[in-house]
């Protein structure tokens, strides 16, 4: 099927929009009535009315979960009828693909035809390898010796919440509240107030794919009447957030409050990509490095800080610019389009405040223009900036926009050393054609995940997750079920 401009934009006109929040399987208006406008960033038009939930709407979403986990209706199912239910929710997901695309396309700007051809069967790749997983995670016996039996097994922690951000809004709703829910857990996800179309619609998937009434919640609103009660509610046993370092912190203090419940964090990134000029292919390097165009660079491990080696330093940058060139900013909705608008107007004041610093603190030799497109002026051109140096403002602050700073290094040491200089530990990259060095230099990396060759490699096989200030604990692969479950030993004397 050929899905042209006018195709996509046929289709979003006919959405059916929900967005009401979604408690004990039931769309309800907030306890208090209340509404916020969710706002196209492409157009400035508003999408629909969301239930702007508080604190009254938390306290009712956690007791439905704590009663639904205690009934046993979910966390008492074998693990292959739960691995069956979520088969089902990614069959669903696999069913409303291009209402999905389309959905987060509109809700924070994204190209709708990169979200239906990749992010959006990816969501269903990795909903599908979670739930094939459930029923193969087995247990442990200890080596006591003679006489006992000690027995180690995971068990279901009750009601975990999930507070997910607005650059990814279905992957990460999926990262984490499937594998909570492959444990037995109930589930309540708090989407970003910039995005909650996927997630509300997520609802309804979960519950035609037959997950109980009241296992899996959906609670709209913002940070401070939504996030915050999460965070501090003494109910909640634990709560996995995405999202930046500085609301991280918040999380933890809210524990520290509370409950002492275990935080999971996932945040922000300033990822290096070192490229030694003994790199076989150099023409795809440097389309690898313009993928830190991907997502209006909105990705949290995207590889904002490009190291280059002298000797190549000026032609590889000419490289890069030209790879940039095809992530000119257009219609989310024209099928052409690698990068659409920023998610919102405050997004795009800041990321330009930035640019606008970079501008006097490095030379600008690409891009930096804000751009209108129709009514909105939320399209930045993609940026870079090159004699930076790693104590500069735009190479130390996770701008979370389509800029690039690119960085010079003469020695592997020198460049390993100005790529760990951050308070920032989610990914790196390194290409090389010397092994020997690949492994050096990724030994030598202070960060979750190091990609040879490559760029943000990220499946549902291998743990993503970052150490110093971008975040605590992993999603994905199997060790993404350990964050959603206690261990208990049962010690057997005979």
């Not at 809700?107 to 990749?118: E, F, I, L, N, R």
């Not at 037995?184 to 794919?209: D, H, Y």
Request: glycine share 6%; aromatic share 8%.
């Amino acid at each position: 099927m050929s899905r042209t401009h006018d195709y996509w934009k046929t289709k979003s006109k006919a959405l059916t929009i929900e967005g009401r929040a979604f408690i004990d399987g039931a769309f309800v208006q907030s306890a208090s009535g209340k509404t916020f406008a969710c706002i196209n960033p492409a157009t400035g038009q508003v999408i629909a009315q969301i239930a702007d939930c508080d604190i009254n709407d938390v306290n009712r979403a956690v007791q439905i979960a704590r009663e639904r986990f205690n009934s046993g209706v979910w966390s008492k199912k074998s693990p292959t009828e739960r691995k069956n239910v979520l088969l089902n929710l990614a069959q669903q997901i696999e069913d409303h693909l291009e209402e999905l695309a389309l959905l987060e396309s509109l809700d924070m700007g994204k190209p709708v035809a990169v979200s239906h051809s990749y992010e959006m069967p990816d969501v269903a790749s990795f909903a599908r390898w979670i739930a094939e997983a459930t029923d193969k995670l087995y247990d442990e016996v200890a080596p006591t010796g003679a006489g006992d039996l000690a027995l180690i097994r995971r068990e279901a922690l009750g009601v975990v919440a999930a507070v997910v951000p607005w650059n990814f809004p279905l992957d990460m709703a999926i990262w984490k509240c499937l594998p909570a829910l492959a444990m037995g857990n109930s589930v309540i996800l708090k989407p970003a107030e910039q995005s909650p179309l996927t997630a509300l619609k997520l609802a309804g998937l979960m519950k035609n794919a037959g997950v109980p009434d009241g296992v899996f919640n959906v609670v709209t609103g913002f940070g401070e009447t939504v996030g915050a009660p999460l965070g501090l509610h003494m109910d909640v046993d634990c709560l996995a957030f995405t999202g930046s370092t500085e609301v991280g912190k918040y999380f933890l203090a809210y524990s520290a409050q509370s409950n002492m419940k275990q935080v999971w964090l996932e945040c922000g990134g300033k990822s290096p990509n070192i490229v030694f000029a003994d790199t076989e292919n150099l023409d795809q390097a440097a389309e690898l490095s313009a993928r830190v165009f991907y997502n209006q660079g909105e990705v949290c491990s995207s590889p904002t800080r490009l190291l280059v080696e002298e000797s190549i330093y000026e032609s590889f940058i000419q490289k890069v610019i030209q790879c940039a060139e095809a992530y000119e900013p257009r219609d989310p909705l024209d099928p052409s389009s690698l990068m659409g608008a920023l998610v919102e107007d405050t997004h795009t004041a800041r990321v330009m405040r930035l640019v606008e610093i970079g501008k006097q603190e490095a030379k600008l030799v690409y891009g930096g223009e804000q751009v209108q497109i129709g009514a909105s002026k939320n399209f930045l051109r993609p940026t870079i900036f090159t004699n930076v140096n790693n104590s500069m403002q735009i190479a130390r602050e996770e701008i979370f926009g389509p800029v690039l700073c690119v960085i010079p290094f003469k020695t592997e040491a020198e460049a390993v050393e100005i790529a760990n200089d951050s308070i920032y530990g989610l990914m790196a990259s390194v290409f090389t054609s010397n092994l020997s060095r690949a492994h050096r230099v990724s030994e030598a990396l202070k960060a979750g995940t190091v990609v040879v060759n490559s760029v943000d490699m990220i499946s549902p096989l291998v743990p993503f997750g970052g150490v110093k200030q971008s975040g605590i604990g992993r999603d994905n692969s199997l060790h993404a079920f350990d964050k959603y479950s206690a261990l208990k030993t049962t010690w057997i004397k005979y």
